[in-house]
């Protein structure tokens, strides 16, 4: 199937983006076209891609767009034709949802660049829409997986025009700015580990979430959300064990701190006898989950169809007149030029009528 088809992977430098387009690749593409923001991973990307497979007989190229803008506009119009356009671009992170302006722009890439792009594939005669979910898009307790959560309405709207698909899955370990990939980071920049000690997470690595995007992809049906099967392999972590075990592979002991404070200065000496500070404190901060799920109690999983992944199918009755008014209401406010945090979360609630978001006032750029 992916040597006969033309393909377009948006948000494609990412961690999850790469790991896609490098699957795309491996199986010889009769096209492959990626578009990111980021040029400084898009060239690590294609240095990865012929370091590792070489060189392919189809059209691979690479684009330094935003596809939110009318530049990409212009490159789909100059062309447009595949097969499958898969977006793998987000704001995932919770803590950029701690400020109205960032938010804005989650609201901007998650769910209306979805919506944009979407229905520019349709237009072209694309056989499938591919769109990144998350774990936390169901019930969802921070802005990010809300986001999603809205965005997989939308997906359901539109799928009368075209054949969509999506995936909710876990962490993608050490992925770029992820908590594991910072214990590698303050271990090259000889600084303390912190972790919460209540957080607990599903992980898969980085060709696990490109082998389980390309599935959906390929052999999803229409509305169709993939998600992985719960195993002896993938089972819920906390990210403080994670960090005791990360040590210890790298050949030091953790050693546990009571403050801030206590970790920096201790820096200076304990790692030269083999031991490193850490901190490892419950979470206190807004839109943290103590754990992850895969679909809620109102969705109905096919656990069937395959040995190492669930789906859960859905049907196409989402309510237009609600993402209508989320449509008109997030642009007045963008019309206006000022909006708060506040009304954001409001609208949130009348779109997730059980969301289970809760303000705390701290948020984690408050903490090290």
Known sequence: MVAASRFLVIGGAGSIGQAVSKEIFRRNPRKLHVVDLSENNLAELVRDIRSSFGYIGGDFRTFALDCGSSVYDA?????????????????????????????????????????????QAGEKGAKKYFCVSTDKAANPANMMGATKRIMEMFLMQHSRDICIS?????????????????FEQRLQKRQPIVAPNDVKRYFVT??????????????????????????????????????????QARGYEPFLCRSEQEARELMHSLPDEGRWPCLFTASDTTGEKEYEEFYTGNELPDMERFRSLGIVRN?????????????????????????????????????????????????LDSKM
């Open 206 to 247: 980085a060709r696990e979430s490109g082998e389980l995007c390309l599935l959906s992809t390929l052999l999803g049906g229409n509305r169709d959300i993939f998600f992985p099967k719960l195993s002896q392999d993938l089972h819920l972590q906390k990210f403080s064990d994670i960090a005791v075990r990360y040590l």
């Open 315 to 363: 049907p196409p009755d989402c309510d237009p007149q609600k993402t209508a008014r989320f449509v008109r209401v997030v642009e007045g406010m963008k019309a206006s030029g000022s909006w708060s945090k506040e009304e954001l979360v409001a609208l949130f609630f009348e779109m997730i009528p059980d969301f289970a978001y809760i303000e705390k006032g701290k948020y």
């Open 75 to 119: 490159f789909w119009q100059a062309d447009g034709l595949y097969d499958y356009v898969l977006n793998l671009s987000a704001l995932k992170h919770v803590r950029s949802e701690k400020d109205p302006y960032t938010l804005m722009r989650m609201i901007d890439v998650n769910i209306f660049n979805t919506v944009k792009t979407l229905k």
């Open 166 to 182: 999506t995936a909710r899955f876990a962490n993608v370990a050490f992925s770029d700015g992820s908590l594991l990939q910072s």
